[in-house]
């Protein structure tokens, strides 16, 4: 085992952005949508959680009224497309200048059951809690899922049911902090990175946390995010020098088999936004930002231009009491980043939206059918709004500048 799993600066720097589009990711793959209906997406914004079509029409917010409860981000829909799983954060537990394992991980969370259809609520995984900090890390099935569990500032994956019981360990409370999951197309496959002390690993297991296999590590090498290609045969996560570049803005895309064969890095350089960070002083955010796959099998990523400098500096000098830790610094920014297409195979990259000056794309992620792409745009120093074209970049148009213009992000297109 791995000694040490407290929340360090080094792990903890990427767990808020993780854990705050954790809610967003681990979907069954699910295809629900009656044929002849709008494609539409969920995306988050000031706290809330908005749901709208490809063509901007039919804007709404989700307003569960339940008492107590600050925020709302969707998870992982339940094979019959219909029913998602939603995390909600009550107030944090915060305060000038204190830690951020002392407040975020102290603040109670809740797991609920949204039925889209029928607009029914329904709190689960309160049986047996072990902790007040629970977050939606994968949906395993129908029945089960992998949920994130803090206790005296360490993360450890639990299996159990729905309701909460019969919670068993996928992970040891000494290995390290474990997240960002994805499960394989077949669902006997899991995929996550491990940030212990020799550095962030990507591995991949059974559905007990079992016969683990490592696909990439190394400690100069933060490897970081999973996602299995459609047809199972790859993983894809991201590959940043983090000590070269302690803030995590840039990175690599990578893809390696599930069996630990076959490491490839496609891109070069540290060529892609990882630390997307947004906004100005009155109000600013940020997360990581991810590689995904399209329904063909090919990878979205949002490279950037040459010598692109973010407004928002990391400042590795000094101590990280607001898991931010960056200067708004407009003045030295340069540069943009664009959206691409990969071919794994071949590695070739194929722009889809080219890199501007002063303007910044993430969150890049096609429509299951394959004929939208849904991303935020963000320029220098403003927030992110929601914007979708073709899948080859054409009859690009903004949906949303978000709840009263508060800015727009993590788009996720409904099965």
Same mark, same amino acid.
């Given at each position: 085992?791995?000694?040490?799993?407290?929340?360090?600066?080094?792990?903890?720097?990427?767990?808020?952005?993780?854990?705050?589009?954790?809610?967003?990711?681990?979907?069954?793959?699910?295809?629900?949508?009656?044929?002849?209906? &709008?494609?539409?997406?969920?995306?988050?914004?000031?706290?809330?959680?908005?749901?709208?079509?490809?063509?901007?029409?039919?804007?709404?917010?989700?307003?569960? &009224?339940?008492?107590?409860?600050?925020?709302?981000?969707?998870?992982?829909?339940?094979?019959?497309?219909?029913?998602?799983?939603?995390?909600?954060?009550?107030?944090?537990?915060?305060?000038?200048?204190?830690?951020?394992?002392?407040?975020?991980?102290?603040?109670?969370?809740?797991?609920?059951?949204?039925?889209?259809?029928?607009? *029914?609520?329904?709190?689960?995984? *309160?049986?047996?809690?072990?902790?007040?900090?629970?977050?939606?890390?994968?949906?395993?099935?129908?029945?089960?899922?992998?949920?994130?569990?803090?206790?005296?500032?360490?993360?450890?994956?639990?299996?159990?049911?729905?309701?909460?019981?019969?919670?068993?360990?996928? *992970? &040891?409370?000494?290995?390290?902090?474990?997240?960002?999951?994805?499960?394989?197309?077949?669902?006997?496959?899991?995929?996550?990175?491990?940030?212990?002390?020799?550095?962030?690993?990507?591995? *991949?297991?059974?559905?007990?946390?079992?016969?683990?296999?490592?696909?990439?590590?190394?400690?100069?090498?933060?490897?970081?995010?999973?996602?299995?290609?459609?047809?199972?045969?790859?993983?894809?996560?991201?590959?940043?020098?983090?000590?070269?570049?302690?803030?995590?803005?840039?990175?690599?895309?990578?893809?390696?088999?599930?069996?630990?064969?076959?490491?490839?890095?496609?891109?070069?350089?540290?060529?892609?936004?990882?630390?997307?960070?947004?906004?100005?002083?009155?109000?600013?955010?940020?997360?990581?930002?991810?590689?995904?796959?399209?329904?063909?099998?090919?990878?979205?990523?949002?490279?950037?231009?040459?010598?692109?400098?973010?407004?928002?500096?990391?400042?590795?000098?000094?101590?990280?009491?607001?898991?931010?830790?960056?200067?708004?610094?407009?003045?030295?920014?340069?540069?943009?980043?664009?959206?691409?297409?990969?071919?794994?195979?071949?590695?070739?990259?194929?722009?889809?939206?080219?890199?501007?000056?002063?303007?910044?794309?993430?969150?890049?992620?096609?429509?299951?059918?394959?004929?939208?792409?849904?991303?935020?745009?963000?320029?220098?120093?403003?927030?992110?709004?929601?914007?979708?074209?073709?899948?080859?970049?054409?009859?690009?148009?903004?949906?949303?500048?978000?709840?009263?213009?508060?800015?727009?992000?993590?788009?996720?297109?409904?099965?």
């Amino acid at each position: 085992m791995l000694p040490g799993a407290m929340l360090s600066p080094f792990p903890r720097r990427r767990f808020a952005m993780a854990l705050a589009t954790a809610a967003m990711a681990g979907a069954t793959g699910c295809r629900h949508r009656m044929a002849g209906s &709008k494609p539409r997406m969920f995306f988050t914004s000031d706290g809330r959680t908005g749901l709208v079509h490809a063509d901007g029409s039919g804007l709404r917010w989700l307003d569960f &009224k339940v008492p107590g409860q600050a925020t709302w981000q969707p998870g992982p829909f339940l094979s019959d497309g219909r029913r998602v799983v939603f995390l909600s954060m009550e107030p944090r537990r915060d305060g000038p200048g204190r830690p951020f394992e002392e407040y975020y991980t102290q603040t109670p969370t809740h797991l609920w059951i949204h039925d889209l259809d029928a607009g *029914t609520l329904e709190e689960i995984a *309160t049986r047996d809690r072990l902790a007040v900090f629970y977050t939606p890390a994968l949906l395993l099935s129908d029945s089960r899922i992998l949920v994130q569990v803090v206790r005296n500032r360490v993360g450890q994956l639990f299996s159990m049911n729905l309701d909460g019981s019969d919670a068993r360990e996928f *992970t &040891k409370p000494d290995e390290g902090l474990p997240y960002g999951l994805s499960l394989s197309p077949d669902g006997r496959r899991v995929a996550f990175h491990l940030a212990s002390p020799r550095g962030y690993e990507i591995w *991949t297991c059974d559905t007990e946390g079992r016969d683990r296999i490592r696909v990439a590590g190394h400690p100069e090498h933060l490897y970081f995010g999973t996602s299995w290609s459609p047809d199972g045969r790859w993983i894809v996560f991201q590959d940043c020098l983090h000590r070269q570049d302690p803030g995590h803005d840039w990175s690599d895309v990578c893809v390696g088999r599930p069996d630990g064969s076959g490491h490839e890095v496609l891109t070069r350089g540290q060529s892609l936004w990882f630390a997307a960070t947004y906004g100005g002083p009155a109000g600013r955010g940020g997360g990581s930002n991810m590689p995904m796959w399209t329904p063909d099998g090919s990878i979205l990523c949002c490279p950037r231009s040459p010598e692109a400098r973010v407004p928002w500096e990391f400042q590795a000098a000094r101590p990280d009491i607001d898991h931010f830790n960056r200067d708004f610094l407009p003045e030295r920014a340069r540069g943009g980043t664009g959206i691409s297409r990969i071919n794994p195979a071949t590695g070739v990259s194929t722009p889809i939206h080219e890199p501007r000056e002063g303007v910044w794309l993430c969150r890049a992620t096609a429509s299951s059918d394959g004929h939208h792409l849904a991303y935020c745009r963000a320029e220098t120093g403003g927030m992110p709004s929601l914007w979708v074209s073709d899948m080859d970049g054409r009859n690009a148009r903004m949906l949303t500048a978000g709840h009263m213009g508060r800015g727009a992000d993590h788009p996720r297109w409904l099965p």
